[in-house]
């Protein structure tokens, strides 16, 4: 009985298909990733959107109360991040969102105070810059209560079960409409 082996030649025209299929994939992944490198590179607020995001849901999932402003949100609980490695460590913080002006740009920022009365940490607080060319923010809740619009403003209260969030940039065109909800916390 006599057994079938691959012959050199085989072996050769398997290799060089091999080899013609890995730089056909090798192409096509090194363009779609330079793709993506451009798109980052000409707007890097793109990149971040998905991360704010978290953040924001991050930050209400963790409050135990907000208080909305024009532009401005702050919410009162345990949002805490490392400064340094920017983990969460859930420890007591006020983290306060708000629309800032820096020359002819205008940013949304990150602030965090290292406790609950809003002392500032050993170094001040925490100012992170989270989306360059954000205009306006808006944040409205599914919380029904006896104030006003314009009595709600600056005024603390618990977290809803519900908050919208909308961000729009400087030609007023929509950043970011993403409507948060989060279950109440239990009695």
């Known amino acids: 009985m006599r057994k079938r082996a691959f012959t050199l ?41 998905g991360l704010l995001v978290e953040q924001f849901g991050r930050d209400i999932a963790n409050a135990r109360s907000m208080v909305i402003g024009i532009n401005r949100v702050e919410f009162v609980g345990f949002g805490h991040r490392d400064p340094a490695t920017l983990i969460a460590t859930l420890r007591p913080a006020r983290v306060i969102y708000e ?55 600056n005024r603390p209260t618990a977290i809803p079960s519900s908050v919208q969030i909308v961000i729009l940039d400087q030609g007023d065109r929509t950043i970011l409409d993403q409507t948060f909800t989060r279950q109440r916390d239990a009695s």
Do not use: C, W
């Open 99 to 153: 629309i800032r002006q820096d020359g002819m740009k205008s940013l949304l920022v990150r602030i965090q105070t290292e406790d609950l009365h809003g002392l500032p940490m050993s170094t001040g607080p925490f100012v992170e810059p989270v989306y360059i060319g954000a205009k306006t923010m808006i944040v409205s809740s599914n919380q029904v209560n006896a104030f006003s619009a314009a009595e709600r403003i």
């Open 9 to 49: 030649i085989e072996i050769i025209i398997a290799l060089v298909l091999g080899t013609l299929l890995l730089a056909t994939l090798m192409g096509v992944l090194r363009r779609s990733f330079s793709e993506i490198g451009n798109a980052t590179r000409t707007d890097p607020s793109i990149a971040r959107l």
